[in-house]
């Protein structure tokens, strides 16, 4: 079993950039979403029928117009997490050079040599 994870930037800014993609299609469900509503109100001979049609299409008409903005961001967002991930490796690779050098460059105070004339403490 591994200790490590990992995953493929590339391949996620790539998902994020298609996801983002859909909101053009979810825009367009929305509009159609309400087209089809004011169609059904209009097609009705009944008054009550067509005013309760009217008002569940202005209740659900923002989430439904929501929709987009939210798969656009979902998909903007996984993208940038890909970035985010790439630079914060970059980074930590630099950072581990770094302490790898400086502690390469000390002796170990573990060690020491060994004198006879040591003092007993």
């Known amino acids: 079993m591994t200790d490590e994870v990992g995953v493929e930037p ?3 800014y790539t998902a994020g950039q ?3 993609r859909f909101a053009t299609d979810a825009s367009g469900l929305a509009g159609l979403y309400a087209s089809r509503l004011d169609t059904a109100a209009a097609t009705v001979h009944h008054q009550t029928v067509a005013i309760a049609v009217g008002r569940y299409r202005e209740q659900w008409r923002p989430f439904a117009r929501d929709i987009a903005d939210d798969v656009d961001a979902l998909g903007q967002n996984t993208s940038s ?3 985010v991930i790439t630079e914060a490796d970059h980074d930590a690779s630099a ?3 770094q ?3 400086t502690a390469d460059s000390q002796q170990s105070v573990l060690t020491r040599p060994i004198s006879s004339h040591s003092a007993a403490i």
């Open 10 to 12: 590339d391949h996620v």
């Open 18 to 20: 298609h996801v983002a």
């Open 81 to 83: 997490v890909a970035v």
């Open 95 to 97: 950072l581990l050079a």
């Open 99 to 101: 302490s790898t050098a």
